[in-house]
T-cell receptor
Framework: QKEVEQNSGPLSVPEGAIASLNCTYS??????FFWYRQYSGKSPELIMSIYSNGDKEDGRFTAQLNKASQYVSLLIRDSQPSDSATYLC??????????FGRGTSLIVHP | EAGVTQFPSHSVIEKGQTVTLRCDPISGHDNLYWYRRVMGKEIKFLLHFVKESKQDESGMPNNRFLAERTGGTYSTLKVQPAELEDSGVYFC????????????????FGPGTRLTVL
């Protein structure tokens, strides 16, 4: 049974701070890793994908992957109230079907 | 360009009734996926179409669920008869097939249909 674990939160950070979201996965054969952002009542939106160990930066977002530790994280720099949402970690192995975590609720307060 | 759309946005039915959910993928996307999120749980895969063919239906919970994609455009997911445990949010997603035949990594999700079975 492939599992993706996330702390459900909520994670509360002040505006301008760095928000750190973490995800662990059980399948060592996982190859692709995704972070989705979902606002309440809206569709999940892909914000980052990462495939190799290390860091990947895109604007205020940085994804970090450590396959040896089976760990992937998302850092949000200069957090804004508009970043308040649920962040879903998804992991995919050889197939095209991702396994999702339950999501972490992020609250950025002014 | 329009995104993935789903209809209805909400549906409340009684146990034993039938409900049909509809998904319109992004135009030109051959791949269409159905997912379900039960309250408090993670999003789980139900099935995958490539055009009008079912590529993978390993996630379908039981034979009360029937998905179709006639003509390879929109898809429907019928639940008949509905049970209480079918309540949840049903998401549809679509993705392209790259020219090399490799699945595009990005799946675009619709807003979901919230199904409540009473």
């Amino acid at each position: 049974q492939k599992e993706v674990e996330q702390n459900s939160g909520p994670l509360s950070v002040p505006e301008g701070a760095i928000a750190s979201l973490n995800c662990t996965y059980s399948d060592r054969g996982s190859q692709s890793f995704f972070w989705y952002r979902q606002y309440s009542g809206k569709s999940p939106e892909l914000i980052m994908s990462i495939y190799s160990n290390g860091d990947k930066e895109d604007g205020r977002f940085t994804a970090q992957l450590n396959k040896a530790s089976q760990y992937v994280s998302l850092l949000i720099r200069d957090s804004q109230p508009s970043d308040s949402a649920t962040y879903l970690c998804a992991v995919r192995g050889g197939s095209y079907i991702p396994t999702f975590g339950r999501g972490t609720s992020l609250i950025v307060h002014p | 360009e329009a995104g993935v759309t789903q209809f209805p946005s909400h549906s409340v039915i009684e146990k034993g009734q039938t409900v049909t959910l509809r998904c319109d993928p992004i135009s030109g996307h051959d791949n269409l996926y159905w997912y379900r999120r039960v309250m408090g749980k993670e999003i789980k895969f139900l099935l995958h179409f490539v055009k009008e063919s079912k590529q993978d239906e390993s996630g379908m919970p039981n034979n009360r669920f029937l998905a179709e994609r006639t003509g390879g455009t929109y898809s429907t997911l019928k639940v008949q008869p509905a049970e209480l445990e079918d309540s949840g949010v049903y998401f549809c997603a679509s993705s392209q097939v790259a020219l090399a035949g490799v699945y595009s990594n990005e799946q675009f999700f619709g807003p979901g249909t919230r199904l409540t079975v009473l």
